[in-house]
């Protein structure tokens, strides 16, 4: 088989899994080619070469990508990879869980824009005007538990070599004031401690976000974390080679020498 035949299958293949059915890929990849160059470029390289990658599940890239594409506020192309979110194995509770974690990254109403969109496809899943259970609420804490809760976060996403959580908190309210206090108790006490969503997940969620909002102080910091919870340096050059497709080469570029400086730091520190 040729390697634009072989493309071409792979693409089709990814196309069915995001649509759902083989009739419904064939039908995507017809419709993408008549976007001309645009279409066969999706096609042929960003499903047949980016997306059929080994390197990461494709539940995995689902997740990642309705993750770029709420940071970015493309509200149509989200509506189609939700519902392809849902064919890979990612569950309702899950996308609405993406959306609560992009809250503290990339803004309330960017996640707000992505849970309408999220909502309208649950709806459509089951032949109604509105989606028929709501999304998962907040627990609402004191600030003792919050705080103790945030704790826990920071100490994970700092890692075992790291042994002092405590001294870190104290730092990053030091240097950032009533912020430190809302990174402590916002993002980490009440979002990341959420059960919905896995830590490793939510990484995932937070270098996604960080990527495509070229935000690459705050990428070296989650980079670590996410390595900490368990995502390998090789999942997270994947999603620095979807962000090529998703949001062009100077972001991708930017987060994957990004990525190589973190793996290089942490491998001289073991």
């Known amino acids: 088989m040729s390697d634009l035949k072989a493309r071409y299958e792979r693409g089709l293949d990814v196309f069915r899994s995001l649509s759902g059915s083989e009739q419904a890929g064939r039908v995507l990849a017809e419709h993408s080619e008549s976007w001309g160059a645009l279409g066969s470029f999706a096609l042929h390289t960003g499903a047949g070469e980016i997306w059929s990658r080994p390197g990461l599940g494709r539940r995995d890239r689902s997740l990642v990508a309705i993750s770029f594409l709420t940071a970015l506020g493309r509200e149509k192309e989200l509506h189609h990879h939700v ?7 990612l569950s309702r509770d899950e996308i609405d869980e993406i959306m609560v974690q ?11 824009a992505g849970a309408r969109a999220a909502a309208q496809v649950f709806a459509e899943r089951d032949g109604t005007e509105q989606r028929t259970t709501p999304p998962a609420p907040a627990e609402l804490k004191d600030e003792e538990k919050r705080r103790a809760d945030g704790l826990d976060v920071l100490s994970t996403l700092l ?28 993002a980490f006490g009440d979002v990341w401690s959420r059960p919905q969503l896995s830590r490793r997940d939510r990484s995932l969620v937070v270098i996604s976000v960080l990527t495509a909002l070229a935000a690459a102080l705050e990428l070296e910091i989650h980079l670590r974390g996410a390595l900490n919870h ?40 073991q």
């Not at 519902?83 to 194995?89: D, Q, R, S």
């Not at 992009?102 to 109403?109: E, K, L, M």
């Open 159 to 186: 890692g075992e070599v790291y042994l002092g959580a405590e001294a870190t908190e104290a730092a990053i309210i030091e240097q950032q004031g009533d912020m430190g206090r809302l990174v402590m108790d916002f």
């Open 102 to 112: 992009i809250s503290a990254y990339a803004g309330v109403p960017f996640a707000l």
């Open 83 to 89: 519902a392809g979110g849902l064919n890979h194995g």
């Open 230 to 269: 368990g995502v390998t340096p090789e999942e997270i050059e994947e999603v620095m080679i979807m962000m090529v497709f998703y949001g062009g080469f100077p972001r991708a570029i930017d987060g994957l020498l990004c990525a190589r400086k973190v793996f290089s730091a942490t491998s001289s520190s």
